[in-house]
């Protein structure tokens, strides 16, 4: 099947891009790296009458890492950001998960901010982006708002961006602590396809090898990925030893709601989210008491 008709035209800066986006409203959609978005078109899951292609704004295409954040522009693309070694010593979640997106020729094209703007509950960005509470910077001709990760992905494949917004940059904290270690890990049916369950942590560990800041995720088993800062923060103080990283990781399972579909069972998902959850801790437990 073909895309149904539409009109294109290409922003040369971000100032246009949301003036068009005012312009159009609900008609228009922005296209960045064309991953999910041109897929969709071509199933007419969507049908846009405007196409706003960003790709050439150059000022959304950086990365910048500042004292305590990492600033990525939205149209940096997921390839640049997963060969960047800077990033990948302060934020490096990013990289794991990265590892787990689509293909090489994907990553290539596809952008960091087309990921987040697209929400699917199983994709590994979004993931990253809840465990770590990133923040959404998005632009408008009325101006800039900023929201959580949480607050961003409202459902799936659904955010909380108006139809005038731009997503314009996305914030990733960095951990200051020297004996920081993070873990992505996950289940598909074939490398590169979207995760059935997928799960993230990052762990800091004092000098006596006893957690000072835990964080822990979990996708594919919800509307959105899900973060669950309370049991995280339950390890606190603790000596991340198995038996509390699994239960943990058993409290975190109990908490999801998957549903069935034909690639599992809520149940299968549930038994995953807990063997991830638990290989995810335990991983970034191993990278922090190494580093
Ligand atoms: C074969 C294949 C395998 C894949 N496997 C995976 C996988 O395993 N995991 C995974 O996570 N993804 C996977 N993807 C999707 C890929 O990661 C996409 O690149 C990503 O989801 C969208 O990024 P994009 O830049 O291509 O966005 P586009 O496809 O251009 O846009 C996606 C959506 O985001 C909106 N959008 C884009 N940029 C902005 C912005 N700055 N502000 C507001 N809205 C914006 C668009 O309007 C559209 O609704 C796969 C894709 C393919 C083709």
Redesign the pocket.
């Known amino acids: 099947m073909k895309a149904a008709p539409f009109e294109y035209t290409r922003a040369a800066s971000l100032a246009e891009a949301c003036e068009l986006l005012a312009r159009h409203g609900d008609s228009a959609?922005?296209?960045?790296?064309?991953?999910?978005?041109?897929?969709m078109m071509a199933m007419r899951l969507?049908r846009p009458a405007w196409l706003v292609d960003?790709n050439e704004i150059a000022a959304?295409k950086f990365v910048r890492i500042e004292k305590d954040v990492a600033r990525i522009g939205?149209?940096t693309r997921?390839s640049v950001v997963e060969r960047d070694a800077d990033l990948a010593a302060r934020v490096p979640l990013l990289r794991q998960a990265l590892a787990?997106?689509?293909?090489a020729q994907?990553?290539n094209?596809?952008?960091i901010?087309?990921?987040l703007?697209?929400a699917?509950p199983?994709?590994?960005?979004p993931l990253a982006a809840q465990v770590l509470q990133a923040r959404a910077v998005l632009r408008s001709k009325k101006g800039a708002r900023t929201l959580e990760a949480g607050q961003f992905l409202a459902g799936p494949m659904s955010t909380a961006?108006r139809s005038d917004?731009?997503?314009?940059e996305i914030h990733w904290p960095v951990w200051s602590e020297r004996r920081t270690g993070s873990a992505f890990t996950e289940v598909?049916e074939r490398h590169?396809?979207?995760?059935m369950v997928s799960a993230a942590a990052q762990v800091a560990l004092d000098a006596e090898g006893r957690c000072t800041r835990a964080a822990l995720g979990l996708g594919g088993v919800g509307g959105t990925p899900l973060a669950f800062p309370k049991l995280a923060a339950s390890l606190t103080g603790a000596t991340l030893r198995d038996d509390a990283i699994e239960a943990i990781a058993s409290d975190a399972a109990k908490e999801t709601e998957p549903g069935n579909d034909l690639h599992a069972t809520a149940d299968y998902r549930r038994h995953l989210a807990r063997v991830l959850a638990g290989r995810a801790l335990r991983e970034a437990r191993d990278r922090a008491m190494a580093a």
Request: with cysteine; glycine share 16%.
């Open positions: 959609k922005l296209i960045a790296g064309g991953q999910s978005l041109v897929p969507l960003i959304m939205a149209c997921q787990w997106v689509g293909h994907t990553r094209r596809g952008t901010g087309g990921s703007a697209h699917d199983s994709a590994e960005l961006a917004e731009c997503l314009e598909a590169g396809d979207f995760a």
